[in-house]
């Protein structure tokens, strides 16, 4: 499916249809498979909309990295913005709040449908925290791009850190797996790794380590997929560690979801959403 646009981030919203950012363009996209595309601009326009998700009572919330804030956007199109500097990756919380990581700031955030934001501290410099994703063990777990880790944190703001075996691996995408455990991909390394929740990591090396994976997403068939956005693939991986790759049409292959037809689709920068049966 082509789109007039950088499709960044996607998610399957409460409504059966595809959200999608357009991150260069500053829109959020809407899209119900098989039909034609709607966009709504947002104001200011040049925040750079990335990571988009779900949210409990069924809007959709998305990050502005550069424009420094958070959006909350209902099914009826109703924008929120709430002012947070330097937010990437957004997941909703356990409690009912939605959690999300400064990648500048060295912090892990919460922040209400009301747009209270409480802010914790990491023990770290400089690690850029990416993307975050609910754990089964009901604490949110994050990855720390230059931190070289996967971090853990609890409602309560308590933050523990374990480091990565690989130097360098650089992680990005983080998603909850269908085993109890956190699967992330690692952008510098060329692997993706599981972490278990008693801090246990496994990481399991990609066909070509050049492939730069970006996103995660658990699949309905109880697989791992995954993005490589240096060589225009997207990935699949069993619990087992077996791995499978399927060439994209187009290049620059960020975010992906399960789709309301129960296949992965994948946003391309280059200008379209993709689907992989």
């Not at 399957?12 to 709504?40: K, N």
């Not at 990295?65 to 956007?73: C, E, L, P, T």
């Not at 360098?168 to 278990?196: K, M, N, T």
Request: one cysteine or more; glycine letters at 16%; aromatic letters at 8%.
């Amino acid at each position: 499916m082509l789109i007039d646009g950088s499709p960044y981030g996607v998610v399957t919203g409460s409504d059966g249809a595809l959200w999608f950012t357009l991150v260069h363009q500053g829109r959020i996209g809407r899209v119900v498979p098989g039909e034609e595309p709607t966009f709504l601009q947002l104001d200011p326009a040049d925040g750079q909309p990335t990571v988009i998700t779900t949210g409990h009572d069924g809007s959709l919330w998305f990050t502005e990295f550069v424009g420094g804030r958070i959006g909350r956007i209902t099914l009826d199109g109703t924008v929120t913005a709430f002012e947070v500097p330097s937010p990437y990756g957004i997941a909703a919380g356990p409690d009912g709040a939605m959690w999300f990581t400064q990648l500048q700031g060295d912090r892990i955030g919460r922040v209400t449908a009301t747009g209270e934001v409480t802010l914790h501290p990491l023990p770290t410099e400089g690690a850029m925290p990416s993307a975050i994703a609910a754990g089964p063990d009901g604490a949110l777990w994050f990855t720390l791009n230059q931190g070289n880790a996967i971090g853990r944190i609890t409602v309560e703001g308590e933050v523990t850190l374990y480091g990565l075996p690989t130097p360098g691996a650089a992680p990005v995408g983080i998603c909850a797996g269908p085993d109890e455990a956190l699967w992330f991909v690692e952008i510098g390394a060329g692997q993706v790794g599981r972490i278990d929740t008693s801090g246990t990591i496994t990481e399991f090396p990609l066909p070509d380590r050049a492939a730069r994976p970006h996103a995660i997403v658990t699949g309905q068939d109880g697989a791992l997929w995954f993005t490589e956005w240096g060589i225009g693939k997207l990935g699949r991986v069993t619990v087992e560690g077996k791995i499978e790759e399927y060439p994209l049409e187009g290049a620059e292959p960020h975010g992906l979801t399960v789709g309301p037809d129960g296949a992965i689709w994948v946003a391309m920068e280059s200008g379209a959403l993709v689907r992989v049966a």
